[in-house]
């Protein structure tokens, strides 16, 4: 299925280092979801267990030496040092697809723009649990974690309708967050 390859090449274009991503059940990533640091480190948010047919429930993706598992399409955050050696990585979501919509680096603070549909109530990041309002069709978060992945805080909003952040960037100026995104629906909340 899809899988993830990051390339790093020098200005010469000499290939310096590979670091794949992936297994049998699908993984991906969108084009804002990739950034690099001022050290050289490769940060990539993406989402995994994405396949046409069927997600797999307990899908296991391994990135470094962590194990990741997912209970649908679920989402994931990385961290490569210069060499392209995993150090951090995350596993986030929910029973429904998810979606890491674009993410942003300020110092050393890793913010995450992701989107999640059907209906979830419950969000699940390391041991905390975000819930939603019961009525919500789709959700978006907005996530912020430390440079080595800890928890900072989050802010979710959403919609009754198919709110959907699935283009959506997030930019960071003067310790504020702005994104963009857009709603299906006429009736927006």
């Known amino acids: 299925d899809s899988d993830i390859l990051i390339l790093k090449l020098d200005s010469l274009k000499n290939l310096l280092l590979t670091i794949p991503i992936g297994g049998i059940n699908g993984e991906g990533f969108y084009y804002s979801c990739l950034k690099v640091t001022e050290q050289h480190e490769i940060i990539l948010g993406g989402h995994y267990n994405y396949t046409w047919t069927n997600n797999s429930p307990g899908y296991k993706l391994t990135i470094g030496s962590d194990t990741l598992m997912a209970s ?26 998810d979606f890491v919509s674009s993410i942003c680096l300020e110092r050393t603070d890793i913010y995450v723009n992701a989107t999640f549909y059907d209906a979830p109530s419950l969000i699940q990041i390391d041991s905390t649990q975000i819930y939603f309002p ?4 789709s959700t978006s978060l907005i996530i912020k974690f430390d440079d080595i992945g800890k928890l900072k805080w989050t802010r979710y909003f959403g919609s009754t309708t198919n709110f959907n952040l699935g283009s959506g960037q997030i930019n960071i100026s003067n310790s504020r967050v702005y994104i963009e995104g857009h709603d299906f629906s006429n009736t927006q909340n």
Not at 86 to 91: A, L, N
Not at 134 to 137: D, L, S
């Open 72 to 97: 649908n399409m679920d989402i994931f955050l990385a961290k490569f040092d210069s060499n392209g050696s995993s150090v951090m990585t995350k596993s986030m979501g929910s029973l429904g697809m």
């Open 134 to 137: 019961a009525n919500y069709a």
